[in-house]
Structures are given as structure tokens and as C-alpha cells.
């Protein structure tokens, strides 16, 4: 998987050139809407312009060389859609990143499909269409999946990578394979609205929202509370992980509480979390959870998380100094 093309010169087209440019890929970045000259050179300065722009930045914090950026925004080749026919002749992996709608998903994933080689991968990057809805516009459907990147697409690590009912098992490995080459993290989740991150972050943003709406903190106490805490302790460890960490049991009884007390049917355990409390599966403490602890050091797992807290607060320089005699 050598040449890739980003279809879809907008934000996220931008983004995923970025990473495999970056990386030492070619990149076509590939616009398919009809323009005049004028527009597409217009649109073409504009994207490689937030290109050199992100890179310098970056170079700036001291990520990589300041010299290296008029190297990485060279293996960026902008095409148009006079150039789309030869430009997926010879595509080894194409990421579609057309405007959200089933119109334009559509047209250019047919586009895509006439046109590519019979191996090659097609991803879409949709945040909001199932890919087996999009997989019927595809010709060859088993080389066809789609993969979330989070924005900033070129800056946060995660992609979720959901496979259809009809991709290629040796697909999805291959492309997972392809972007951990250009260090990003791949997770895999069957077709469902949400993904993982959007579906638990929209859920986690409307309660943030509604503490404000309910008085019950200010925004600017709302952010804190979730910059030094929430997210100091989901950056170290992963929420299904925190849980057994904490016990299953302290959720079923918390959950239960504010259930009652906030009267809102939304803060009842789930059924998985019922099912493990009944089953004695709460967690490190009782061996078994969501996670099998029977096999695990336990006591250094603990401490091999709380050397990654400590590490945390202590670059986010909050960890405390050491205690003085006080007069």
C-alpha cells in the first residue's frame, strides 16, 4: 500500500494527507466538485498553505526539524477531477472525505469503484453513515470499509476502523497494519451508530451542558473539574479498564443513586454491568470483571498505574511539592 489518495481537499482530506506525507508517503489530495482553473488553484494553495502551516507548527514545538517541511508538503501532489481517471488508476488506498451526505457519498465512492485497481482499499471516513449502508455503492464491497479519524486528524492518534459485513478479514488486518505504520492506533467496532469516542463523548458533553443549565457549576468549574481529574484519569487508563479498577460495584450502586435522585432513567447500569454484579464479577478486587485478573501481578499493575498518573500530573505540572514545616 504505496500510493495513497486523500479524495476530498476539506479539512479531513487535509488531515489524512498530512500523516501519510509526513510519514514519507505520496500523496494525491484529490478534488472531484467541477471548478474553474482559478478555484481549484485557489483551493489547492489553500490546503497545502494549512499543511506547511500545521508542519511548522509542529516543527515550532519541536516535534521534527523545521527543514524537513517543504520535503513532507512536496509528497502532496492536489489533483483535480480532470486528473481523478489516471489519479485512482493507480491507488493503492483511497480515503474518501466527500461532504456528509448520501448524494455525495454516492457519486464519488461509484467514481472510486470504476476506477481503482481490483485490490485496492477504499476507506471512508464518515463520522455519522454506517459503512454497510455506504458499502452498496461500492463495486467489490470486501475491499470496503471505513475508518473515524478524530480531529485534529493529522495530531490525535485514534482511528476507529469499522470493517462491514462483507469486508475481507485480510482487508481490515492489512489497512489496521497501514495505519500503524504511520503511527496512528486502530480500534475496531462493528457498524453502529457512534462509533466508540463520539457516541461515550456525546453523552459525557451533554451531562458537562447540563451542569451548567442546572446551576449546579459553572462552565469554567465544569472544565476544570474534568481537565485535572476526569481526564487526567481516562488519559492513563481506559473507562471499561477504570471500572474493574474501582469495582463494578461501586458503578451499580452509584449509578442506581443518581438514578433515583436525579430521577433520569439515562443513569441506570446497563444490563452487562447487572449481570457482573450478580455474577460476583466486580472487578481487580474480586479477580474478574470486564477484564480476568486471576493471571495478573496485581499489585504491579497498581503501581504501574499510578507511575503513569504520577508521570501525567507531573508534565501537566500539578503534582504538589513536597511538604515544608510549616511556622
Known sequence: MRNIV?????????GIAQVFAYAGYPVTLLDLKPRSATARQALFDSALGEI??????LAEL?????????????????????????????????????????????????I?????????????????????????????????LNAHWLNPAYLIPLVEVSPGERTDAAITD??????????????????????????IQAIAMNEAARLVEEGVATAEDVD??????????????????????GGGDI???????LKGALNAERYAPPDVVVHNMAEGRTGMHAGQGFYDFRAVDVEGYR??????FVDLIRHLRLLPPPMVERP
Not at 506547511?52 to 507548527?57: E, I, K, S, V
Not at 512536496?74 to 474518501?96: H, N
Not at 476544570?224 to 471500572?243: K, Q, S, T, W, Y
Request: with cysteine; charged share 20%; net charge neutral.
Open 251 to 257: 458503578l451499580y450502586y452509584a449509578a442506581n443513586y
Open 6 to 14: 486523500a479524495l476530498g481537499a476539506g479539512r479531513m482530506g487535509r
Open 303 to 308: 503501581r504501574q498505574k499510578l507511575g503513569e
Open 112 to 144: 472510486v469503484s470504476r476506477h481503482i485497481p481490483a485490490q485496492a482499499v477504499i476507506a471512508s471516513t464518515t463520522s455519522t453513515l454506517l459503512v454497510d449502508t455506504l458499502a452498496e455503492f461500492v463495486e467489490g464491497p470486501q475491499r470496503f
Open 174 to 199: 492489512g489497512f489496521c497494519a497501514l495505519l500503524e505504520s504511520v503511527g496512528k492506533v486502530p480500534v475496531r467496532c462493528k457498524a453502529s451508530p457512534g462509533y466508540i469516542v463520539p457516541r
Open 224 to 245: 476544570r473539574a474534568i481537565r485535572v481529574g476526569f481526564g487526567i484519569r481516562f488519559a492513563a487508563m481506559g473507562m471499561v479498564e477504570f471500572i474493574d479498577w
Open 62 to 110: 519541536g516535534v521534527f526539524d523545521t527543514a524537513a517541511v517543504d520535503g513532507i508538503v512536496a509528497r502532496i501532489t492536489p489533483a483535480g477531477a480532470d486528473a481523478a481517471g489516471a489519479v485512482l488508476a493507480s491507488a493503492d488506498v483511497v480515503f474518501e472525505g466527500v461532504p456528509e451526505t448520501m448524494e455525495a457519498k454516492r457519486e464519488a465512492l461509484g
Open 52 to 57: 506547511g502551516a500545521n508542519l511548522n507548527f
